[in-house]
C-alpha cells in the first residue's frame, strides 16, 4: 500500500538515500508531550518553519515529528532540482512583475539553503549546473515556446538548442527541439536535507518513525495522536503536504499524485563516452506526462517518470515502464537493471496553487507543492512561521497561486484518469 491513512507507507526505498552512509534516526515519540508548537513534516517545509519559528521565538518549546526517517521520506525521493526561478508551470509571460518578485524570493531562499548546507558541515553534492528543459513532440514544443517567453519577457538568461545541440551534450537524440537555463541546482537530495536537518536547534524535538494519526482541536490548543503518545501544543503546523488532507485540512483541494524513478549503477566509462559532453545535467520535461532525467556526478543515469492516483503502481510495472522511457531516449545503453527504484508521493492541486495559510485558530498548513517543494517549499516554511508572529509577508496566494476546489470522490478520481488518458494521447510521443 502506498498511503496508510494520514502517512506514505512506501513499498520501495528511496535510492538517493540507499547511496549515503547509515545515520541513526531520533528515538520516536515514547511518552505524551506538550509543546507550544507542533510541526507535522520534516521535510523542506518543516525543517524552515522550525528553525524560523525558534529564531524569532528562542523560549518556545517546538517539536518537529515525521512518519518517516530524515532522507527516506518524501525530501529524500525527489529528483534533486533545486530551481531559483519559477517552474514552467507557473511562469506567465503576461505577469512579468509577479514573476519577478516570486523569482527574487525563490533566488534568495536558495542562497539560504547554500549557506546553510555549507554550514552543516556535510558532503553534499550541489552544483550549479542549470536544467535542460528539451520537447518530443508539437505538444512539447508548445509548451516550450511558452516557457521561453516567459524567460524572455523576465529577461533571464537561456540558450536555445537544436536537436543536434541537444545530443552532443546529453547523449539523446530524443528530443526535438530544448533549451538551456543556468538557474537550476542539482543535488543529492537525500544528503541536502540530512544537512538541513542537522541544524535543526537544540531546543527543537525531532521526533522521527512518528507519524500524526488524528488531530482535535481544543481548548488552547491542538491534540495530536501518534501510534504510542498524544502531543498536545498551543500551534499546529502541518508542513506533510498531500497528506494534511488525511488529517481534514484540503480534502478538497489536494490529491496525493504518486510518481517514480530508476537510477542505474554507475556505467561504464565507455558507455558514459558515448552520453555527450556534458558529466552532471538535468533534463525536465516540457509536457508533465514526460520523463524526467538526470545523468550524476559519478556516472549514473536516473529516470523519473509514471503518474497513479493515491496508491503506489506495483513495482515490477514501475520498473518495466521506466526502463522501456530511458531505452527509449539513449538506445545506445547496454543491457542493465536499475540498482534502485522508489516512489513518491507528490501533493497536486487542479490549479497549480498552495495550500497555506491560518486555516484554524492556531493551525497553519503549507501543502500542495505540485513538485516543488525544494526551494519554494522551504520560502513557504518560513513565510509561514512569520505569520503566525504576525509578520508582514509578501502575499503568498497572489504570488504562487491559491488551490481551487475539486469535486468529491469518486468525481475526483474519475476526472483525473479522464484527464490523463487524454493527455496521454496528446502526448504520447513524449512518453
Given amino acids: 500500500m502506498s498511503i496508510h491513512k494520514t502517512f506514505p507507507n512506501y513499498q520501495l526505498k ?6 549515503l552512509p547509515a545515520r541513526e534516526a531520533s528515538p520516536a515519540l515514547g511518552k505524551e508531550l506538550i509543546v507550544d508548537v507542533l510541526i507535522i513534516g520534516a521535510g523542506w517545509t518543516g525543517i524552515s518553519a522550525a528553525r524560523r519559528w525558534h529564531s524569532l521565538s528562542p523560549e518556545a518549546g517546538i517539536a518537529l515529528i515525521d512518519a518517516s526517517e530524515i532522507g527516506e521520506g518524501n525530501p529524500g525521493r525527489n529528483s534533486g ?37 555549507e554550514d552543516s558541515g556535510h558532503a553534499v553534492d550541489i552544483t550549479k549546473a542549470g536544467t535542460y528543459r528539451a520537447a518530443a513532440s508539437e505538444a512539447g514544443l508548445k509548451s516550450l515556446q511558452n516557457y521561453r517567453a516567459f524567460l ?23 528530443y526535438q527541439e530544448g533549451l538551456y537555463s543556468p538557474n537550476c541546482y ?30 482535535v482541536q481544543q481548548s488552547g490548543g ?36 504518486h510518481t517514480y524513478a530508476g537510477l542505474t549503477p554507475v556505467l561504464e566509462k565507455s558507455v558514459l563516452d558515448d552520453l555527450g559532453s556534458d558529466e552532471n545535467w538535468g533534463l525536465l520535461p516540457t509536457h508533465r506526462l514526460g ?93 509561514l512561521a512569520e505569520t503566525a508572529h504576525g509578520l508582514e509577508v509578501p502575499d503568498v496566494p497572489k504570488l504562487f497561486g491559491q488551490a481551487s476546489w475539486m469535486p468529491p470522490e469518486p468525481f475526483r478520481k474519475f ?17
Wanted: a positive charge; glycine letters at 10%; charged letters at 25%.
Fill in 14 to 19: 528511496s535510492g538517493w538515500n540507499a547511496l
Fill in 81 to 117: 532540482f533545486l530551481l531559483e526561478i519559477a517552474l514552467a508551470e507557473d511562469a506567465n509571460p503576461n505577469q512579468v512583475e509577479k514573476m519577478n518578485l516570486c523569482n527574487r524570493l525563490t533566488t534568495s531562499t536558495m542562497a539560504g539553503i547554500l549557506a546553510d548546507i
Fill in 152 to 174: 524572455e519577457a523576465a529577461e533571464l538568461e537561456y540558450e536555445g538548442l537544436d536537436a543536434a545541440a541537444l545530443k552532443s551534450r546529453i547523449g539523446s537524440g530524443f
Fill in 186 to 215: 542539482l543535488a543529492q537530495p537525500a544528503a541536502a536535507i540530512r544537512a538541513l536537518a542537522s541544524l535543526l536547534p537544540e531546543s527543537v524535538q525531532l521526533f522521527e518513525n512518528t507519524p500524526a494519526l488524528k488531530l
Fill in 222 to 257: 491542538w491534540k495530536v495522536q501518534t501510534p504510542n503518545a498524544v502531543i498536545n501544543a498551543r500551534k499546529l503546523v502541518l508542513a506533510n503536504n498531500a497528506f494534511s488532507k488525511e488529517l481534514g485540512i484540503g480534502r478538497s483541494r489536494l490529491v496525493a499524485v
Fill in 291 to 383: 520523463s524526467t532525467l538526470r545523468r550524476t556526478r559519478d556516472g549514473r543515469l536516473m529516470v523519473r517518470a509514471m503518474h497513479s492516483y493515491e496508491k503506489e503502481t506495483p513495482k515490477e510495472k514501475v520498473i518495466d515502464e521506466l526502463q522501456r522511457r530511458l531505452e527509449k531516449r539513449f538506445p545506445q545503453l547496454p543491457n542493465f537493471d536499475f540498482e534502485h527504484c522508489w516512489g513518491g508521493a507528490v501533493g497536486f492541486t487542479f490549479n497549480g496553487g498552495a495550500v497555506w495559510g491560518e486555516f484554524k485558530p492556531g493551525l497553519y498548513v503549507s501543502a500542495g507543492c505540485n513538485g516543488g517543494g525544494t526551494v519554494k517549499g522551504t520560502l513557504l516554511g518560513k513565510l
Fill in 415 to 431: 476526472g483525473f484518469k479522464l484527464a490523463a488518458t487524454l493527455e496521454t494521447r496528446q502526448g504520447r510521443h513524449e512518453l
